[in-house]
Nanobody, 120 residues
Framework: QVQLVESGGGLVQAGGSLRLSCAAS????????MGWYRQGPGKQRELVAIFRSTGITNYAESVKGRFTISRDNAKNTVWLQMNSLKPEDTAVYYC??????????????WGQGTQVTVSS
């Protein structure tokens, strides 16, 4: 099994910063893309940022210039640095990775989610 453990969420005032981290563990033969998604109140889950195995990163338009995704392949860890936070960034943030797990089959794995609340 592949487990993703997130940390770093919390309550912050608008304009503040938070840094989320996510570490993948378990029986992992290979990891492809790692990324962050979020689901705000009454909204669908959406992609925030993704760090592909090629080194290419992509961001949602709403976070470009404010959020930065980074990754350490040796540690199977991905981070999301969030600056200039806005109330509309309030959501549960989920870590996601595409990995070849114990069955040697590629699949999508999700963390348990971490709450980010931005007060105005």
């Amino acid at each position: 099994q592949v487990q993703l453990v997130e940390s770093g969420g919390g309550l912050v005032q608008a304009g503040g910063s938070l840094r989320l981290s996510c570490a993948a563990s378990g029986t992992i033969f290979s990891i492809g893309a790692m990324g962050w998604y979020r689901q705000g109140p009454g909204k669908q889950r959406e992609l925030v940022a993704i760090f592909r195995s090629t080194g290419i990163t992509n961001y949602a338009e709403s976070v470009k210039g404010r959020f930065t995704i980074s990754r350490d392949n040796a540690k199977n860890t991905v981070w999301l640095q969030m600056n200039s936070l806005k109330p509309e960034d309030t959501a549960v943030y989920y870590c996601n990775c595409n990995a070849k797990g114990p069955a040697r089959i590629w699949g999508d794995y999700w963390g348990q989610g971490t709450q980010v609340t931005v007060s105005s």
